[in-house]
């Protein structure tokens, strides 16, 4: 190599997008590096005053609700912790600068306040006593908490850079992805993220080659910096020598020949050898994605993730908004079905400012999705008014998310009844006759899918929760994403369960989470039984190559056949066998 060359360097981490990326990246490091800095008049700062106070107060209350659940959780010694967290919210000194510099700088006050904070850490800091560098650390703890309840009023404008880029960060949250510029994004690379991570399934729905799960990998780089991302093996390559470069070129193109001759099969349907109609719809989270569902050859859409409307904004979205939004897209899909899940936020899908949830130790195991709209039956019956108002003009369903029982499932039900009869006494028009699904992605929804099943005129099974609740393995935790094992028996077993709860009471079943995009494991999914599979839109022309190369009694032996192996990679190995013999070089 020669001198002026940089030696290359390779980070592995998980591939969940296949392809690669090659450019320049931008670092995102954390919610400190995305405060932006602007000027502001004098006759704004009352305003800015005000917003600093109520961003004050709201980390206050949030600090005092996680101090008294842990304090009753985990026991009042430990819940002491925050006092310190608390006394800076508090710190007259820390506050009056602010307050000083806003004048002085007239600047906007989420940059002042980092600036002031920052500067205040780094002295602390800098005093040889372990005691003021712990103070340091719980300004700046607190600092980040501050910043984030002020942009909850302020969309995100850091991940609208206009250059093409490969973005490194920290985490992608479902806000930041709704709110990136996505045209300009080559490639995505995280320290946290597994395959089911949001940032993992936008990035398959955009076809962005993406590696996540390299741990510290923002610390390390610099934005600028020359990288080749490898989204099929995981890995991230810093200045990529030219042999590397040649290398993936070859790989490159011999993946176009593969997508080009895929691209002759859109107008096709997705039917097995032995004459079986599988129907391969595709999953959507912004109404702008509609246009990559018959572009891919899905027979519209399976999943509709309506949570994506309520990000990034700060009042709700409107009943005639959302109609509107519903009815584009069921019009430019019919007649194919648009299947709206009702908005499923909590998790790690948070609205600040529009529907606020308070920071919870298991958010996951929280108030997330029908718990929450069950709680808040204006917000619920908003949404449900524009989608039953919607299906008049177009073939839509409903569906609802994080189903766990009956008991949830008739609440839901009774009110979607509640606007049903609202509407039809006004005259409004609506689909009488609309399907009503429950998405199963709770182990005991699967369990009581031969009950669940009467309610309702389908199941969608969200795979991704299921296996992270049924494993217990958080789906976005990368430490542990090596223990995320679709093929783990339990989940072979629960698939199975749901698919014949279904068909013994006579309603379709289909898969609407990552395993359904997952070529490998479609033999397994139609020899469950499956009558639907929606994947990303770009994942659709190679699930609907595997459906075509299958012949159903084939997929059911090896269902029988898995059904007796005890460890997850034996059954994906016997998966893998299949995949290969029918169509080897849509794997790897
Ligand atoms: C799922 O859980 O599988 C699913 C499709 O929903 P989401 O990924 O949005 O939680
Ligand atoms: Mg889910």
Redesign the pocket.
Known sequence: MSGGERQEIRFEGAGVSPGMACGKIHVVRDDLDDVSRYRIAPSQIPDEIGRFETALIQTRMQILEMQQRIAESIGAKDAAIFDAHLLVVEDRTLIDEVLRKLETDLCNVEWVFQEVATRYAETLNKIDDPYLRERALDIQDVTKRVIRNLQGKAPKTFLALSELHILVAHNLTPSDTASMNRANVLGIATDLGSR?S?AA?LARSLNIPAVVGLHDITAKLETGQHVLVDGSDGLLIVNPAPETIAHYAELESRRARVVSQLKQLRTTRSTTRDGRHIVLSA?IELPEDVEAVAANGAEGIG?Y?T?FLYLNRTTLPTEDEQFETYRKVAERVRPDPLII?TF?LG?D?LAPGTVDITDELNPFLGWR?IRLCLENIDIFKTQLRAILRASAVGNIKIMF??ISGLEELRGAKAVLAECHEELRRSGVPLDEEIEVGA?I?IPSAALCANVLASEVDFF?????????YTLAVD?VNEKIAHLYEPTHPAILRLLRMIAEAAHAHHIWVG?????AGDVALVPLLLGLGMDEL?AGATSVPRVKRAVQSLAIPECRELVEETLKLNTSSEILSRCLELADKRYGDLLG
């Open positions: 089911t949001h399934i999953n999943l993730r949570e899940r499923d998790g899908k999705a998310p994080m998405m992605e969608s099974i969200g795979t991704n929760d299921l296996i992270q789906r898969v609407c989470g990552e395993m929606s």
